[in-house]
């Protein structure tokens, strides 16, 4: 353990490292396996007559589908059976679905099954962060949420190692046994969560109705666009090397591993800069960055230059969580219960925008003949215009109100 990692314990280790531990393993079960375990094995579902190309594109989809219904029911499920219980109770869910992802009865049995592994990674993200931090000494927030949020990027780099071993036993083996590591991660952190947790009902009551202003519904905006921008690379970038390239699914698992590598250094990276920059000021360098980097991977046919920017673009999904709730408590200081408000929120437009433009992709992809590469250059688009709208809305905003002033008698 870091000296630093150490102060922000110091005096309560005990209590606050077994809490960050049960939301790291919430994070690494619920996104970094059930969703981006699914792409290295989406060659090899197809390899393997399991499905079709279009099924596959579509029952991937499914995930982010449930992730938006289980942003929307975390809170109101919490409110009823506690924020613990609820946490449990979706990492026994995703156990379930890695297990019954390994008998492909039907169609329609994978996608309810991918379904429910995205309503337990939906709700685990709405409640994780407000169940852990309110544990966590003030000024070390920050560092316990990257902490938290590193098992997404863990979890990328996991799939991209665990998965290709786990696929030279077979296809349903490699399904089991991420079932087995799931229960595994389960047991070993069930007891870690804090005892008592806020009432969600309570800190909703407790909420301004101004929750939503100006700079707030420009970071629901943004965020929107993040999700859009981040599906194609991460539905798509394994497919891509693996049969559009022609490399293989071997290559395709190994440019997943740099992926992985690239997961996570996002979450600390990202959280250095907001510290430094300030979180506002950090995401519009950060997104620029990553448009013009799947910009890149969109022209680019070259493994090494692919793999390069891969690792950058591996940063960006996992990175932007911490990135982006350091960007809510800037904009809302000081108040607990209306940014784990905003956060909610914020996770549930994210997960729509996630969800709709998972399905469009897959339409777009289809319809296409599968071009991967145009797939990314609407992916590079829509994170432009995340930062377009942070720096364009404020100017008119203020156009307005100098405008309104100017007449006002």
């Known amino acids: 353990m870091s000296n630093s990692m150490s102060r922000a314990v110091t005096g309560r280790p005990a209590v606050v490292w077994p809490h960050i531990f049960a939301g ?47 942003a929307l029911l975390g809170r109101p499920l919490a409110a009823r059976v506690s ?65 938290v949020f590193l098992g997404l990027g863990l979890g990328i780099a996991a799939s991209g190692t665990v998965v290709p071993l786990l696929l030279r036993f077979g296809l349903r083996e490699t399904w089991i046994g ?86 996570i250094f996002g979450p600390p990276l990202y959280g250095v800069c907001a510290d430094r920059l300030g979180a506002r000021s950090a995401l519009r360098l950060l997104l620029s960055a990553q448009a013009i980097t799947v910009a890149a991977l969109a022209g680019a046919s ?45 996770t549930t437009v994210f997960a729509a925008s996630q969800a709709l433009s998972g399905y469009a992709y897959s339409a777009i992809y289809n319809g296409s003949g599968g071009n991967h590469r145009l797939l990314f250059v609407m992916g590079a688009v829509a994170t432009a215009l995340a930062v377009l709208v942070d720096i364009c809305i404020p100017l008119l905003l203020r156009k307005q109100a100098n405008a309104g002033s100017v007449n006002t008698p």
């Open 302 to 346: 070259n493994h090494l230059l692919i793999g390069a920017l891969t690792v950058i673009i591996g940063s960006f999904p996992p990175g932007i969580v911490p990135l982006v709730l350091a960007r809510v408590r800037e904009t809302v200081p000081g108040s607990a219960a209306r940014q784990n408000v905003i956060w909610s929120r914020a």
């Open 24 to 70: 790291f393993c919430a994070s690494l079960i619920s996104i970094g396996l059930a969703r981006f375990a699914y792409t290295p094995l989406l060659p090899v579902l197809i390899q393997a007559h399991w499905f079709s190309a279009s099924d596959v594109v579509y029952l991937g989809a499914a995930n982010l589908a449930g992730y938006l219904v289980g």
């Open 83 to 147: 924020n613990v219980t609820t946490l449990r109770a979706m990492k026994v869910l995703v156990t379930l679905a890695f297990l019954a992802c390994a008998f492909p009865v039907s169609t329609n049995w994978f996608f309810v099954w991918r379904l429910l592994s995205g309503v337990a990674g939906g709700a685990i993200m709405v409640l994780v962060a407000a169940t852990v931090l309110p544990h966590v000494p003030g000024d070390r927030k920050g560092l316990a949420s990257g902490a």
């Open 178 to 263: 991420l079932a087995a590591l799931s229960a595994i991660l389960t047991a070993a952190s069930w007891y870690g969560w804090p005892r008592q947790t806020a009432p969600v009902a309570q800190q909703a009551a407790t909420t301004p109705s101004s929750a939503s202003n100006a700079p707030i519904n420009i970071l629901y905006v943004q965020y929107a666009l993040m999700a859009a921008g981040l599906v194609p690379a991460m539905v798509f970038l394994v497919d891509f090397v693996a049969r559009g390239l022609g490399a293989g699914a071997s290559l395709g698992s190994l440019f997943w591993i740099l992926y992985g590598v690239g997961a």
